[in-house]
C-alpha cells in the first residue's frame, strides 16, 4: 500500500471513527472498516493494512473525552441525508381520505408505558395522515382497578407526547345504552345468565360442554337479566354470557362473558351501576356507536376478532375494520400493570414514575423527551414482529436530540480532597458546550479541589497529571482520602487527565441516581439496580430547575430530579 492511499484511508478512519464514538459512545472498528472499503475503492487490496488503521482510529477515538473528539469531529463534512416529506403514512385497509376515525381505549387502572405510546401514536398519526379524527375513550367498566388519578395521569402523557385528541368519552357513562342492547341478544337468544362458579365454567369451556344455564328460556333469561340489574343477586354470583358454539376450535367463542356484577364503588359513577360489561361486549359496540372506522388493536386480540364481529352481528350494528400490530416492551423493563403494581406496592420502586420503569412518567423523569419517544416508537410501524428492544436503542435517539442542548459540568463521584502547593488563585472560564453557543461558566479555583476517588486511587507519589482545563501538578504524597500534590505548569502534554470541582463554595453536594435492568432473566427484582453515587458538582448546578438536562464530562447525561437535594437521575452515558 504507497502512502497515499494510506494517507486517504487514514483520514476516512478518523473521520468515521469520530462519528461512530460520538453517536454510539465507543468507535467499533469493524462499523469503521465498513465506511472506509465504501468510500475508498483502494483500500480492499490490503485488507490486514486497512483494518490495521481503522483498529488504531478506533482506539485513538475512544482514547478521547467528547469535548476533544466533538471539536474533532467538528473538522469533517457529513453528507445530509435527505429530508422526508412529513411523517410517514400509516396505510390502513379500506380507507376514506377525510372519513377515518381511529380511537385509544385505555383503562384508567395504572399509568400508560411505552407500548401504550405506540398505539396512541399509530392511531392519532393514521387518524392525522388521512384528514380524520383520533377519539380517546376511556374503557372505565371495572370500578375494582379505576381511579381518576390515573384517568390524569394518562391524560398528562397524551398531552406531553403531543397527541390532542378530537373527542373524548367514557364507557362508564354509556352503561344505559349497553345494557339495552345486551337486552337485545338476550331476546335474540343469543346471551344467557349463567350461575355458575368460575372453576365449573373454566372446566366446561376446556370440555366444550354447556351448562344447564344456558338451556333456559328467553323469558327466563330476560327475568334474571333484570334481577342481576336491580340487585336480586350478588358479588359475581351471575354473570351474562354470549351463547356461542362451546365446541369451536377457537376457545373464545366458547361462551365468553359479557356482564359480570362487581359491587364496587366506581370512581366516576359512584354506586350508581353494579353490572359492568366486559372489554368483549364493550370494545365493538362502542366503537360500532361512536363512529369508529378501523380499530387499531395489539395482535394478542387476534383471536378476539371473530368474537368481535360476531356480537355485532348479533345486534345489526356497523362493523369497524380491525387493525393489528404487535405489542412493544423494552428488555428488562417490565410492561404488565400487575407486575409494575406490585412492584410499586412493596415498594421495590419508588412509584409509578421511577426512572427504571418503561412508564411514560418513568422515561420523562430519567430525561427521555418527548420526541425521542415519538421518533423511536414510529420506527416499527404496523408491523406485527413482536419487539422487545434493548433501552440502548431507545437512549441513542434521545441523546441525539439532548446532546446540543444539555450544558455541560463537572461532577466529581466518591470524592477524595486534593490539596495543591503552590497554586494561585485563578479565574477558570469554561464553555457550557464544546460546539453549540451555550455561553460560558466562571469557576474560581484555588489551591484545594474534589476529585474523583478512582482516579486518586491510580496515582503514584512522583507521578505528573493534569486537572483538566486548569494546569498540571505533581503528586508528592497520596493516601487513602486526600492527594498533596504541588502545582508543576500551565501547559505541557500530559496523558492523565482527572476531573475537579473547587472545594469550598465553588462546590455543590449532589447525588446522582444511576439505573441498571429493573429485572432479571427470570423477571425476578434486582435489588442492584439502582446505584446511588454521591459527590460534588459546579456551584452554578444550583441554577438549574428540576427537569433540565446536562452532560457530566466523562459521566453522561443527567437530568435534575430534586432542586432542593441536588439529586440528578443519570439519563445515559
Not at 490490503?46 to 482514547?63: H, L, S, Y
Request: hydrophobic share 40%.
Amino acid at each position: 500500500m504507497d502512502e497515499n492511499t494510506a494517507g486517504a484511508i487514514r483520514a476516512l478512519a478518523k473521520k468515521f471513527a469520530l462519528k461512530n464514538a460520538k453517536d454510539y459512545g465507543k468507535a467499533d472498528a469493524k462499523a469503521i472498516l465498513g465506511k472506509v472499503l465504501a468510500g475508498c475503492a483502494d483500500a480492499k487490496k490490503d485488507m490486514t493494512a486497512t483494518m490495521g488503521i481503522a483498529t488504531a482510529a478506533a482506539a485513538e477515538a475512544n482514547a478521547m473525552d467528547r469535548p476533544a473528539l466533538l471539536a474533532a469531529l467538528s473538522a469533517f463534512e457529513f453528507a445530509e441525508k435527505p429530508k422526508k416529506e412529513g411523517q410517514k403514512k400509516v396505510e390502513l385497509p379500506n380507507a376514506v381520505q377525510g372519513k377515518v376515525v381511529t380511537r385509544f381505549p385505555p383503562e384508567p387502572n395504572g399509568f400508560p408505558h411505552i407500548g401504550h405510546a405506540k398505539a396512541v401514536l399509530l392511531g392519532y398519526d393514521a387518524a392525522k395522515n388521512y384528514g380524520g379524527r383520533f377519539l380517546v375513550r376511556w374503557d372505565d367498566s371495572n370500578p375494582e382497578k379505576e381511579k381518576a388519578e390515573y384517568v390524569d395521569a394518562i391524560r398528562e402523557s397524551l398531552g406531553w407526547l403531543g397527541v390532542k385528541p378530537d373527542g373524548e368519552s367514557y364507557v362508564s357513562d354509556d352503561l344505559g345504552v349497553l345494557y339495552g342492547y345486551a337486552s337485545q341478544m338476550i331476546k335474540a337468544g343469543k346471551a344467557y345468565v349463567c350461575f355458575c362458579q368460575q372453576p365449573v365454567m373454566k372446566e366446561l369451556r376446556a370440555a366444550g360442554k354447556d351448562c344447564d344455564c344456558k338451556k333456559k328460556a328467553v323469558e327466563e333469561n330476560v327475568d334474571e337479566w333484570q334481577g342481576m340489574l336491580n340487585g336480586r343477586y350478588r358479588h359475581n354470583q351471575a354473570v351474562l354470557r354470549f351463547a356461542g358454539d362451546m365446541t369451536s376450535p377457537n376457545t373464545v367463542m366458547r361462551d365468553p362473558v359479557l356482564f359480570r356484577i362487581l359491587d364496587a364503588t366506581h370512581y366516576r359513577q359512584k354506586d350508581k351501576y353494579k353490572v359492568w360489561p366486559t372489554y368483549d361486549f364493550e370494545g365493538p359496540v362502542e366503537d360500532s356507536i361512536t363512529g369508529v372506522t378501523h380499530a387499531m388493536r395489539s395482535k394478542e386480540y387476534e383471536l378476539r376478532d371473530e368474537l368481535y364481529y360476531a356480537i355485532l352481528d348479533c345486534l345489526g350494528l356497523r362493523k369497524p375494520v380491525l387493525v393489528e400490530f404487535s405489542r412493544l416492551s423494552i428488555k428488562g423493563m417490565p410492561i404488565s400493570k400487575r407486575l409494575l403494581k406490585a412492584l410499586i406496592d412493596d415498594g421495590s420502586v419508588m412509584g409509578w414514575d421511577d426512572p427504571r420503569l418503561p412508564t411514560l412518567a418513568g422515561l420523562r423523569r430519567r430525561g427521555i423527551t418527548a420526541e425521542a419517544i415519538r421518533n423511536f416508537v414510529r420506527a416499527f410501524g404496523l408491523s406485527k414482529v413482536e419487539s422487545e428492544p434493548p433501552i440502548g436503542r431507545l437512549l441513542v435517539e434521545n441523546k441525539r436530540i439532548i446532546d446540543p442542548a444539555a450544558n455541560h459540568y463537572f461532577f466529581v463521584p466518591n470524592p477524595v480532597r486534593l490539596h495543591v502547593r503552590n497554586a494561585t488563585e485563578r479565574t477558570v472560564t469554561l464553555k457550557r458546550h464544546p460546539t453549540e453557543d451555550r455561553g460560558v461558566r466562571t469557576i474560581i479555583a484555588k489551591n484545594d479541589f474534589y476529585i474523583p476517588k478512582r482516579d486518586a486511587d491510580l496515582l503514584s507519589k512522583g507521578e505528573t497529571f493534569r486537572l483538566k482545563d486548569l494546569y498540571n501538578c505533581k503528586v508528592m504524597d497520596c493516601g487513602t482520602n486526600f492527594v498533596e500534590a504541588e502545582y508543576s505548569s500551565d501547559e505541557g502534554v500530559v496523558e492523565k487527565k482527572i476531573q475537579w470541582v473547587a472545594h469550598g463554595e465553588q462546590a455543590a453536594a449532589t447525588k446522582l441516581l444511576v439505573l441498571g435492568d429493573l429485572l432479571d432473566e427470570n423477571e425476578k427484582y434486582r435489588k442492584e439496580s439502582l446505584e446511588t453515587l454521591e459527590g460534588y458538582v459546579e456551584a452554578e448546578c444550583r441554577k438549574l430547575k428540576k427537569g433540565d438536562v446536562v452532560q457530566f464530562e466523562r459521566v453522561g447525561f443527567a437530568v435534575l430530579d430534586d432542586e432542593k437535594k441536588m439529586t440528578f437521575v443519570l439519563t445515559s452515558k
